[in-house]
């Protein structure tokens, strides 16, 4: 009898160290330090520099088709896309597309640091592009 109490003991105590060392575990790799920017880096920009501002046709004359309404983000924290509002009048019958961030050139206003946005793209091709529909349900995940 004195050699089975040993052994129940033992059977017993292996899961407790094995689930105290986990936790400590689990503990370490998510307690993670936070890091803070000062100012802006190089080479970087805000989403503001981009949302509301015109996108022009490089085919059409560098034309005001559209404004960016919306960034499209991935996981990961890359621009997958800006949401682009166009036709209509006054803001009555826009409707977004969505353009793929790489579709995009990007080139800074040396007057006075603004970003001008071109693509290559007609009025007429993004008014006749499908309009890009928002998920909500995404945004509650």
Request: cysteine-free; charged content about 50%.
């Given at each position: 009898m004195k050699t089975i109490k040993p052994a129940i003991l033992g059977t017993l105590m292996v899961p407790a160290f094995m689930f105290a060392a986990g936790s400590v575990?689990?503990?370490e790799s998510t307690t993670m330090e936070a890091t803070y920017l000062t100012e802006t880096p190089e080479n970087t920009f805000h989403a503001d520099a981009l949302t509301g501002n015109q996108v022009k046709s490089s085919v059409e004359d560098d034309e005001d088709i559209g404004t960016i309404t919306d960034l499209v983000i991935g996981e990961d924290g890359q621009i997958n896309a800006v949401v682009v509002g166009v036709g209509g009048f006054l803001g009555m019958g826009e409707k977004n597309v969505a353009i793929e961030w790489?579709?995009?050139e990007l080139t800074k206003n040396e007057d006075d640091d603004d970003y001008v946005i071109t693509v290559n793209a007609s009025e007429d091709a993004l008014?006749?592009?499908?309009?890009y529909n928002r998920n909500e349900d995404?945004?509650?995940k």
């Open positions: 575990n689990a503990e790489d579709s995009l008014e006749a592009a499908e309009e995404e945004d509650n």
